[in-house]
């Protein structure tokens, strides 16, 4: 699990006035809130006084309430009142970490890390939120899984799987062209993606199709972006189309949040959601039971310790893509946090740590950041020196 990343925290319908939404995402404890004027704040769940769940508490004047002895925090994470001292008696290190919030798509997202905003890689837009002709669902899909987040965006990148784990969709063959040599991955900056193309046997999607006039082959691709967003996109004939977004939350080491928007430009009518969501979800249901009884139930540690042939090349690339963010020191040391777990809580460390000093709570340890990643992040600064 990595920090310096956007994760989705909650369906943006659940973080309601006056009371704070508790939830855990990269084993950390959050707490979600809205001010009076509706915005949406994420800050780490555990009170700096003595350990109290903010998230049990209330919100009060735009700030959430410890329920131990109501010490309020703000938006901005800092206390604002301690009922047993005088307001300007508070002291600096009354502050939770509070993390940037972008609300999009009904989902409020946080950037769980200490990047200052420049440095940060993108939240994956929804292109076609929005737009003419297109529809998502009335409602974000929210589902947990008993898998780790890594085997479920490495199982979206996979396209020879579909013909055995998908038979309600008419087990869809890839094609021989795509078999035999590595995929063809299209790198950017945070990621990297593929289109490949399928006999279409798809039973299920030609149901739904029945606006359309099936065709023999399906073209479908996937990409991610960051460690935790993946998206699929899927061409059931020239012009209908389905963009597919996975945004997915390790809740910790076993279990994944996944959050899914699901666009589509054809069968627009809103009566269509139903049946949409529930063929969605019986899709997720098969890959579901093989993810939840993978072993080991991380990515293996290394790739010498699995046979990875050539249609694996979106798990390859993925799996780079993820040494490299490890390389720059923001892979959470897990392992040390379970060790000292019983009488030491830690926080994801938030932006202002890079600006303020007197943090109560400890950053959750990091593996240290390798020789290749400090090599890379000196050349970056030099180049920066030169640039300016
Ligand atoms: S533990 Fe939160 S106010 Fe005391
Ligand atoms: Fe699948």
């Excluded at 604002?80 to 997202?109: C, H, L, M």
């Amino acid at each position: 699990m990595y920090i310096n990343f956007w994760y989705p925290i909650a369906q943006s319908e659940n973080v309601v006035k006056y009371e704070p939404y508790q939830t855990q995402v990269l084993g950390q404890q959050l707490v979600a809130f809205r001010d009076s004027k509706g915005k949406a704040h994420v800050l780490s769940d555990v009170c700096i006084h003595r350990g109290g769940a903010l998230g049990k508490g209330w919100v009060r004047e735009n700030s959430v309430v410890c329920p131990y002895h109501g010490w309020q925090f703000g938006g901005d994470g800092k206390c604002n009142k301690i009922p047993t001292v005088e307001t300007k008696k508070i002291p600096n290190r009354a502050k939770v970490d509070s993390y940037p919030v972008q609300e999009k798509y009904g989902i409020v997202f946080a950037f769980l890390g200490d990047l200052p905003e420049k440095q940060r890689p993108p939240l994956r837009p929804v292109n076609e939120w929005g737009r003419k002709g297109w529809r998502a669902n009335d409602k974000v899909v929210e589902f947990e899984v008993n898998a780790y987040y890594e085997r479920s965006i490495e199982n979206g990148l996979d396209p020879s799987h579909n013909e055995f784990v998908h038979p309600a969709q008419g087990s869809p063959i890839l094609q021989d062209a795509f078999k035999q040599k590595p995929l063809d991955m299209q790198d950017s900056r945070w990621g990297s993606e593929f289109l490949v193309r399928f006999d279409n046997k798809m039973t299920e999607t030609r149901a739904l199709n029945d606006e359309a006039q099936a065709v023999d082959e399906v073209t479908a691709g996937s990409g991610f972006v960051g460690p935790n967003q993946m998206i699929t996109w899927i061409s059931f004939s020239k012009k209908q189309r389905f963009t597919q977004y996975f945004y997915e939350a390790p809740i910790d080491k076993n279990r994944t949040r996944i959050f899914f928007v699901n666009m589509r430009n054809f069968m627009l009518a809103p009566e269509n959601d139903g049946r949409l969501v529930k063929v969605n979800l019986s899709i997720a249901k098969e890959d579901i039971d093989i993810l939840e009884a993978l072993d080991p139930v991380g990515t293996p540690n290394s790739t010498a310790e699995e046979l990875l042939v050539p249609s694996d090349a979106a798990v390859m690339s993925y799996r780079k893509y993820l040494q490299s963010w490890r390389d720059k020191g923001w892979y959470i040391d897990t392992d040390t946090i379970s060790t000292e777990r019983h009488n030491r809580t830690f926080a994801i460390p938030s932006p202002d740590r890079r600006k303020s000093k007197g943090w109560v709570l400890n950053a959750v340890p990091l593996l240290p950041p390798t020789k290749k990643g400090k090599k890379k992040s000196k050349k970056k600064s030099k180049k920066k020196r030169k640039a300016a």
